[in-house]
């Protein structure tokens, strides 16, 4: 019923930017929270930043100062741009909702962009 799209990745070099997107279409509740998680190789999925509807954000200390989450409420759509790109932040970068009705709590993933910083 939900689905999120993104796009943006990519093979970037060292220092470069890219600007990541999720759309998220279907039946989704005003009150919510998307956001960003990546898994580099061999290594555990970890929460890369999140934005709620009401436009309240954190950042992993990794990223912060880098990176930069937004989103259009209106169109259920966040941003991720990321500057400064590191080796490091290699990984499969995944889109993440929270979906919160008077009642409940629903989650959705993206299926993941592949996001690779190298010379």
């Known amino acids: 019923q939900v689905q999120l799209v993104e796009s943006g990745g990519g093979l970037v070099q060292p220092g470069g930017s890219l600007e990541l997107s999720c759309a998220a279409s279907g039946s989704i509740f005003s009150i919510n929270s998307m956001g960003w998680y990546r898994q580099p190789p061999g290594k555990q999925r970890e929460l890369v930043a999140h934005i709620t509807s009401g436009g309240r954000i954190n950042y992993a200390d990794s990223v912060k100062g880098r990176f930069t989450i937004s989103r259009d409420n209106a169109k259920n759509t966040v941003y991720l741009q990321m500057n400064s790109l590191k080796p490091e932040d290699t990984a499969v970068y995944y889109c993440?909702?929270?979906?919160?009705?008077?009642?409940?709590?629903?989650?959705?993933w993206g299926q993941g962009t592949q996001v690779t910083v190298s010379s």
């Open positions: 993440h909702l929270e979906d919160y009705s008077d009642y409940e709590r629903l989650e959705y």
